[in-house]
């Protein structure tokens, strides 16, 4: 699989021969000034919660792309309403089969209200897996036991994206303990920098990974890796 990070808790996978768009924030985001969100081509959006940092974008791309929305029931609601009828629902738990493999949407510790006060239903994380492998995008989220669950009930991962920036989402040292609980030492980065409230010492977590055994992708934005 191919991550290309885009910005924030944005990063697009190519997997199973479909590109995958995780929570689009571009245009109001100064560090992804140089990313054209015109330019990118989504078959699937995937939606952890409702916040605005994760949405912004949603409709313009979906227009532009006609990819097809993943997230939880209200959320799907609510950009039906908007006219954006090509969606799957799901909620915590469940898993659903499409064209580039399995997606499971699992717990997250976090809220999820929608940019005009409507209820995002409970904020979550996607595990994906497939011929292309299988990895964890987190959402926003604390550390929390539940993250267990996951090697138990999901593939082994080959890598787990997770935020690290604090404040508003664990930190990096909290991030390291995640990859304990989901069993997987190839972590990616996101959701730091990007405001001062989450704004941290990059080569310090960097390093703290290392002390743990552990490595921490941080791309830098437009940049891609292959896993
Ligand atoms: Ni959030
Ligand atoms: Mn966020």
Not at 114 to 119: E, I, K, R
Request: glycine fraction near 10%; aromatic fraction near 10%; proline fraction near 4%.
């Amino acid at each position: 699989m191919k991550i290309t990070y885009l910005g924030h808790a944005c990063f697009l996978v190519e997997f199973g021969g479909k590109n995958l768009l995780f929570d689009p924030f571009i245009t109001a985001n100064p560090l992804a000034s140089h990313i054209d969100w015109q330019q990118i081509k989504a078959d699937y959006i995937l939606i952890t919660h409702g916040h605005q940092d994760h949405v912004l974008d949603v409709e313009a791309i979906a227009k532009n792309t006609d990819a097809t929305l993943i997230s939880n029931f209200e959320i799907i609601t609510w950009f039906s309403e908007k006219g954006l009828k090509k969606s799957h629902a799901m909620n915590h738990g469940g898993k659903a089969s499409f064209e580039f493999g399995t997606v499971k949407y699992v717990h997250a510790v976090h809220s999820s209200l929608l940019p005009d006060g409507s209820n995002g239903g409970n904020p979550g994380g996607f595990v994906v897996w497939g011929e292309s492998g299988c990895f964890y995008a987190a959402g926003d989220t604390a550390l929390t036991q539940d993250m267990q669950l996951i090697p138990l009930t999901c593939p082994q991962l080959d890598v787990a994206i997770l935020p690290i920036g604090d404040n508003f989402t664990m930190g990096y040292e909290d991030a390291a303990l995640a990859a304990d609980f989901v069993q997987c030492n190839k972590v990616l980065g996101i959701h730091y920098n990007t405001f001062p409230p989450i704004t941290i010492d990059t080569e310090k977590a960097q390093a703290y990974f290392a002390s743990k055994g552990k490595e921490l992708l941080l791309p830098k934005v437009g940049e891609s890796v292959t896993i």
